[in-house]
């Protein structure tokens, strides 16, 4: 997996993404700014606010908004950095550039694939890594890599699109009879001429938390960027299932790096407050720790960062760019 990495860095170094405003940050420059060193402790609760002091403490700006993307459009990136163990936490760095929520925001992020605590339930070519809680527990995980089904956060660039219904067909990959109590969340998802949308996206119901603080929030479509990744493989798995609303919004949706599609940036329930109080979830893991919570390859976030997230895209977005997202794997 080191070509990717080489061609990410290349990018950064290229004169036709330097900055239009500020110079970006090259490398290990970049990294050395954005990477916590020493990380905080991972608890249950999100961390975003000491993280985002931190890093503004080191940098003023990331100089990754209005850049000049590589067929002369305007691009705006955020960047994602995540250890080879992914049973580490990794941090996703982004910049709004006007309103009160101005300035470098930084957070803790998931890139895990699909994970086993039983070494039974491991794959062949599954990668192995330790949680370490700040009590001292320490817990084995068996977990994809990024070139297998639902593995690991794959390094590279990716185009990014807020899963809203103004520009999306949404349907739920939970089946109706998991869908009880839901029904105020589907008629926000489904407007009357959703039909027309567009894009299209499968969202789970648990990417949606119920605390009222987070009911604009939305998952992010992680897209990938085949002209900004050369030399990354892009196909078609043989025999794979397809969704038919997804082939008529996108023919080559199910193209993708080694095979993989589907991928988002998201959230989930286990910060909601009745979450904590239900007796069904007492003791979980889940509750006790962001790391034990599940990503099934994708990227995923606490709600209070992805709701950052969204207002990020959505200024730049709003500017005419192209919203990206730098994924990079890094030697922490």
């Not at 039909?195 to 929030?217: A, E, H, L, M, N």
Request: charged residues 30%; contains cysteine.
């Amino acid at each position: 997996m080191r070509a990717p990495r080489a061609v990410f860095a290349l990018c950064l170094l290229c004169p036709a993404v330097s900055a239009a405003a500020a110079r970006p940050k090259e490398g290990a420059a970049l990294i050395q700014d954005l990477w916590p060193d020493p990380f905080p402790p991972v608890g249950a609760k999100s961390l975003r606010a000491g993280l985002t002091a931190r890093a503004r403490r080191k940098t003023r700006s990331l100089g990754l908004s209005g850049m000049k993307g590589l067929d002369g459009e305007t691009v705006s990136r955020a960047v994602a950095l995540f250890p080879r163990d992914r049973a580490r936490a990794g941090v996703i760095t982004f910049e709004i550039e006007g309103g009160a929520r101005h300035g470098i925001h930084q957070c803790e992020a998931l890139g895990r694939g699909i994970t086993s605590f039983d070494p039974k339930g491991a794959k062949p070519g599954w990668r192995t890594g330790v949680i370490k809680e700040p009590d001292g527990r320490e817990t084995t995980v068996h977990y994809a890599p990024e070139d297998q089904e639902d593995g690991a956060a794959i390094p590279g660039i990716y185009d990014l699109r807020n899963i809203r219904p103004d520009e999306y067909k949404i349907g739920f990959l939970n089946k109706s009879k998991d869908l009880a109590g839901e029904e105020a969340l589907a008629k926000r998802l489904s407007p009357p001429d959703r039909d027309k949308k567009p894009f299209y996206s499968g969202v789970w119901k648990t990417w949606y938390p119920r605390d009222p603080r987070y009911s604009s929030i939305a998952p992010v479509d992680l897209i990938w960027s085949e002209r900004d990744n050369p030399g990354v493989p892009v196909y078609e798995k043989p025999g794979v299932k397809k969704d038919p609303e997804q082939i008529s919004h996108n023919p080559r949706y199910y193209a993708g790096p080694y095979g993989r599609y589907g991928m988002a940036i998201h959230t989930d329930r286990w910060d909601d407050p009745d979450r904590a109080a239900d007796p069904q979830y007492a003791g979980k893991n889940e509750l006790r720790n962001f790391l034990f919570r599940d990503t099934a390859g994708c990227i995923k976030v606490h709600p209070d960062c992805l709701q950052l997230i969204n207002a990020f895209i959505d200024e730049q977005k709003a500017k005419g760019r192209t919203v990206q997202l730098d994924v990079r794997e890094v030697n922490r």
